[in-house]
């Protein structure tokens, strides 16, 4: 693979920064459970799928669109078009977003009363409406940097936005505790709201100052690209934001409805949020840490495939997509084995909380769907199947949505667990199927499933024989003992896992 391969440094970088980002917000979410505990962490995570809906349905399509048609563009040499491409979706995302926030903040009361059924809910959602705008910004600027392949700017400014949050809780949980006022969950609503500001004054600065052949006052002027831009953009624009509004209205009703099933199981609304808490504001970041690689994968992935599709390049697609399956599958088992060993010891020392342990271990068997998902989804968008995503996701949300309804009252957040594993198995395939119909590529299960068990086996035992010999490495409440028997393991895996992998993935050129 060629070294000086922009997609590769790109994919590279975005990994390292998505990485250390994770490890920020995993400070952010043990900090905040220390701060408003875990009942106030399931009050933020059902009022925050709701912003994630208005995002979307703000942003998320204009973003892919701009990603994409920027690579094209720029596969062609028209690097003023794709920067004049910028400015349209800019205007576009920017106009749709100040109208959902006004509406949002207009009607934030009867949507807290009737819908949420929590009073603590409303000034959230207010302070929530007031980031739509600037995250919306954001958004469309790193997509036009993706469809570039330049994941500098991407991978910078995402970790500026977990840092500014990161320290804007902390300077205002000081004040707060100095003037003598309990922080609340308005406190990671705050940090979410100054966070974007920040960060969208950042990106209009980058994109300003930047140099470019499309730069200077001619590309502001065009305005006889702007109805063609518009066009283009909401071809795209239109389905992916209508697709997305549909699955987020599904996952905001999702959210809402767990906590009060939760209330059925357990006979109270304390119990019920912290169970909530639990398990979308600690044990999620912790199983979703890994997916710093495959969403940065996915997001290069995206025009790297829509540009190799416009070439007609359909072996690269082909070989990309094998190498892609063998990596996740390789990474996903590898980190449900992890889990499995050391969740539940990662779950004390993290958040000194039984549940989150037994959670994680729960939730392990998802992984290698997981993560196959993320990556599926960018080289689905690449090749034009938006709708197709739309269904796997659809068929994912109604299978938890039954089992929101069905299991939840009687075997409690358990059966919801269940569902996830599930849906994400269906998603995983439906994927698959869809690939195999569009582009006929190899699979090899020795390859990518049995080798990586193989890995973790030998992994597994190289650290029981270590343990054996030295058994401070059996220590459950030592952060070094922790430390030094997951690095064992994980370079163990490493060794055997990556040989395999690069046989398994060595066949032909990829797009990477």
């Known amino acids: 693979m060629n070294k000086k391969n922009p997609i590769l440094k790109s994919a590279v970088l975005l990994t390292l920064a998505g990485l250390l980002g994770k490890v920020i917000g995993f400070y952010n979410k043990i900090f905040l459970a220390s701060l408003i505990g875990a009942e106030g962490i399931g009050i933020y995570q059902m009022v925050f799928p709701l912003y994630v809906l208005c995002v979307s349905l703000a942003s998320s399509g204009i973003q892919t669109a701009i990603s994409r048609f920027t690579a094209q563009k720029l596969s062609t040499g028209d690097a003023r078009g794709a920067r004049n491409l910028l400015y349209t979706g800019l205007m576009m995302a920017v106009s749709l977003a100040s109208l959902i926030a006004l509406l949002l903040y207009l009607f934030s009361e009867p949507i807290t009363r009737l819908v949420f059924q929590e009073p603590r809910c409303l000034l959230l959602l207010q302070m929530m409406a007031a980031a739509i705008p600037f995250e919306a910004i954001h958004s469309c600027i790193t997509g036009y940097y993706l469809g570039q392949k330049k994941a500098a700017f991407p991978a910078f400014s995402g970790l500026l936005e977990q840092l500014v949050r990161v320290l804007s809780i902390l300077l ?30 950042f990106s209009i600065t980058c994109i300003t100052f930047s140099r470019s052949e499309s730069s200077g006052p001619t590309a502001f002027r065009a305005r006889d690209s702007f109805h063609p831009n518009l066009r283009l953009i909401g071809s795209m ?208 299960a020795v390859d990518s499933i049995l080798k990586p068990f193989f890995s973790c086996a030998i992994a597994t035992g190289i650290l029981r024989f270590l343990q054996c010999l030295l058994p401070v490495l059996k220590s459950e409440q030592n952060w070094i003992a922790f430390l030094l028997s997951g690095g064992i393991w994980g370079c163990c895996f490493l060794l055997f896992g990556g040989r395999f992998f690069a046989r398994g993935a060595g066949g032909g050129g990829t797009v990477l």
């Open 237 to 444: 624009a239109l389905p992916i934001s209508g697709n997305r509004l549909c699955l987020n209205l599904f996952q905001s009703a999702e959210a809402i409805l767990i906590p009060l099933k939760l209330q059925t199981y357990y006979g109270n609304s304390t119990a019920a949020l912290s169970s909530y808490g639990i398990l979308t504001g600690m044990v999620l970041p912790l199983i979703l840490f890994p997916s710093a690689i495959t969403g940065s994968l996915s997001l290069i992935l995206l025009p790297s495939i829509s540009e190799a599709k416009a070439q007609k390049k359909d072996k690269k697609i082909a070989a990309t997509i094998q190498a892609t399956l063998h990596f996740c599958l390789l990474m996903g088992i590898g980190f449900t084995a992890g889990f499995l060993l050391f969740g539940r010891q990662a779950g004390m020392l993290l958040y000194h909380n039984e549940t989150v342990g037994d959670y994680v271990l729960a939730l392990a068997w998802i992984c290698p769907f997981l993560y196959l998902t993320t990556t599926l989804s960018g080289i689905l968008h690449g090749l034009g199947k938006s709708t197709a995503i739309f269904v796997h996701n659809m068929a994912g949300l109604l299978i938890r949505l039954f089992f929101v309804f069905c299991s939840i009252p009687t075997q409690g957040i358990r059966g919801y667990l269940f569902s996830l594993l599930l849906s994400q198995i269906v998603i995983a395939l439906l994927g698959i199927l869809t690939l195999r119909h569009c582009i006929p590529f190899s699979f090899s």
């Open 172 to 201: 205002l949980s000081l004040i707060l505790i100095q003037k003598g006022i309990a922080p609340s969950p308005l406190l990671a609503a705050a940090g979410l709201l100054i966070a974007e500001i920040f960060v969208s004054v």
